[in-house]
Nanobody, 117 residues
Framework: QVQLVESGGGLVQPGGSLNLSCAVSRSISSFSVMGWYRQAPGKQRELVAILKKSVSTNYSDSVKGRFTISVNNAENTIYLQMNSLKAEDTAVYYC???????????WGQGTQVTVSS
């Protein structure tokens, strides 16, 4: 059973930064796509950033230039560095990984990010 555990969320002022982490219980090489999604109250879950085969990245227009997705293969950890945070970035952030063998998607439990003064 694959487990993804997010951490690093919290309360931050507008303009501030947070670095989310997602610890994966299996080797990063087991996954073809890894990503971060978010869900704000009353809204659908949306894509924030994805990393394909540890090389290609894609970001939503709303976070492009402010957020960066990366992985540490040795530590089996996915990161999301978030800079210049805005109130509209407030949401629960979820880590996602898609297995190479069966294309199954795995999700973490989510971590709350609140941007407020």
């Amino acid at each position: 059973q694959v487990q993804l555990v997010e951490s690093g969320g919290g309360l931050v002022q507008p303009g501030g930064s947070l670095n989310l982490s997602c610890a994966v219980s299996r080797s990063i090489s087991s996954f073809s796509v890894m990503g971060w999604y978010r869900q704000a109250p009353g809204k659908q879950r949306e894509l924030v950033a994805i990393l394909k085969k540890s090389v290609s990245t894609n970001y939503s227009d709303s976070v492009k230039g402010r957020f960066t997705i990366s992985v540490n293969n040795a530590e089996n950890t996915i990161y999301l560095q978030m800079n210049s945070l805005k109130a509209e970035d407030t949401a629960v952030y979820y880590c996602n990984a898609r297995a190479v063998l069966n294309n199954r998607n795995y999700w973490g439990q989510g971590t709350q990010v609140t941007v407020s003064s």
